[in-house]
């Protein structure tokens, strides 16, 4: 079975960076899509960035491109979520996902077979 740990989060300042991880074991002999996404209660889950399998192509929402970076380290089955110049409205819980099929839509939470737990990010003024 495949497990993902997200891991990071925590109680920032706005202007502040945060690094998220998320762990992924289980399973071996895979690749994965892998995606991070948030959740404030009451609102849908929302797409944050993600790296899709098929080429390794690098994906973000427009709210956090030129801001947040996602990276993978292979040997670690780590994907990271480098986040800078945090603001408030990048409160909520984030939720690390991966799915191994070789293409994925991977804007859709729906698309992701396994998730995380989830990781708590709050940003203060």
């Known amino acids: 079975q495949v497990q993902l740990v997200e891991s990071g989060g925590g109680l920032v300042q706005a202007g502040d960076s945060l690094r998220l991880s998320c762990v992924l074991s289980g399973r071996t002999g895979s690749d994965y899509s892998m995606g991070w996404f948030r959740q404030v209660p009451g609102e849908e889950r929302e797409f944050v960035a993600a790296?899709?399998?098929?080429?390794?192509?690098?994906h973000y929402s427009d709210s956090v491109k030129g801001r947040f970076t996602i990276s993978g380290d292979n040997a670690k089955n780590t994907v990271y979520l480098q986040m800078n110049s945090l603001n408030p409205e990048d409160t909520g819980v984030y939720y690390c996902a991966a799915d191994d099929a070789n293409w994925i839509n991977v804007y859709s939470a729906r698309a992701y077979e396994y998730w995380g737990q989830g990781t708590q990010v709050t940003v203060s003024t």
């Open positions: 790296i899709r399998r098929y080429d390794a192509s690098t």
